[in-house]
Nanobody, 120 residues
Framework: QVQLQESGPGLVKSSQTLTLNCTIS??????????YTWIRQAPGKGLEWMAH???????YYNPTLKSRASISRDASRNQFTLRLTAVNPEDTAKYYC????????????WGQGTQVSVSP
């Protein structure tokens, strides 16, 4: 059974760059993973899809992030990474990584999430 584990700094200051890693462990069985995704949820708000990178390393971003986000994948380390530049307190959220084996927005497995707070 595949598991995802997010890791990040917990607390960052405004204007800094946030780097989050998602480590994949275990087996997906007969399913192939095609999309590696980051999603976040700010306090009191709904889930916000941020970005994904495909198995072909094609990337796609939520336009609202205005080019601040960068997603990449390291297959040799079974990890994928999100970088978010110029963070501000509105980026305070719980960040989740997820993987999908069929369509980009139907997630098979989620991580437990990692809380990130951005100080002014």
């Amino acid at each position: 059974q595949v598991q995802l584990q997010e890791s990040g700094p917990g607390l960052v200051k405004s204007s800094q760059t946030l780097t989050l890693n998602c480590t994949i462990s275990g087996s997906t069985g007969t399913k192939n993973v095609y999309y590696y995704t980051w999603i976040r949820q700010a306090p009191g708000k709904g889930l916000e899809w941020m970005a994904h990178v495909s198995i072909a390393d094609t990337t796609y971003y939520n336009p609202t992030l205005k080019s601040r986000a960068s997603i990449s994948r390291d297959a040799s380390r079974n990890q994928f990474t999100l970088r978010l530049t110029a963070v501000n307190p509105e980026d305070t959220a719980k960040y989740y990584c997820a993987i999908a084996s069929m369509t980009p927005y139907e997630f098979d497995v989620w991580g437990q999430g990692t809380q990130v707070s951005v100080s002014p």
